[in-house]
């Protein structure tokens, strides 16, 4: 795997390393040492899939509150979408700041998630379905989230809303800050 560091403090963009013959390709999508020679976290308890039959579903933006965050690992498997990630670490140096990007099914990239980040996502394509790494195991009781369109956070969600939970919809902005 290729580890391109992100503008935000601890997030990766991971790129397969892609073995190419007649057949067509192979490419480790995972490994414990290659993510421990980088100093990321290496225990992934559960994976989820996320099935999405609707352009412009959006899902987010949600983490777990401590001791439960997650790390995650996304990655597309059909379909496409534009990815957002907040640092929500009061001591980090991008702390509040988001980062976005496209994922695409095939493209062999996958998105490194630090613990301690707000994530959610758009779907770009009816029949799109995510593959998460996590980093923790679910717990409901450390469910959190803010809202999808929090000014704190200005993520320039691509398409219309075609899709969200009425949960997404009640969830907080981020606390103002003094």
């Avoid at 290496?42 to 509150?65: I, Y």
């Avoid at 956070?153 to 949960?167: S, Y």
């Amino acid at each position: 795997m290729i580890f391109q560091p992100l503008p935000l403090d601890g997030a990766y963009l991971l790129t397969l390393e892609r073995h190419e013959d007649e057949r067509g390709y192979f490419a480790r999508a995972f490994c414990v040492h290659e993510l421990a020679a980088h100093g990321l976290h290496t225990d992934f308890p559960q994976g989820n899939v996320s099935h999405n039959a609707r352009a412009g579903t959006l899902r987010g933006l949600h983490f777990q509150a401590p001791p439960h965050e997650e790390v995650k690992i996304v990655r597309v498997t059909a379909g496409a979408l534009f990815d957002a990630i907040v640092d929500l670490r009061p001591d980090s140096p991008t702390f509040r700041h988001s980062y976005t990007v496209e994922l695409r099914a095939g493209d062999g990239q996958q998105l490194y998630i630090p613990a301690g980040f707000a994530h959610g996502f758009q779907t770009l394509e009816d029949g799109t379905e995510v593959y998460y790494h996590m980093g923790a195991e679910y717990v409901p009781e450390a469910a959190r989230g803010y809202r999808y369109d929090d000014p704190a956070f200005a993520i320039p969600w691509p398409l219309e809303i075609a899709v969200i939970a009425d949960k997404d919809l009640r969830l907080p902005t981020f606390p103002a800050t003094t």
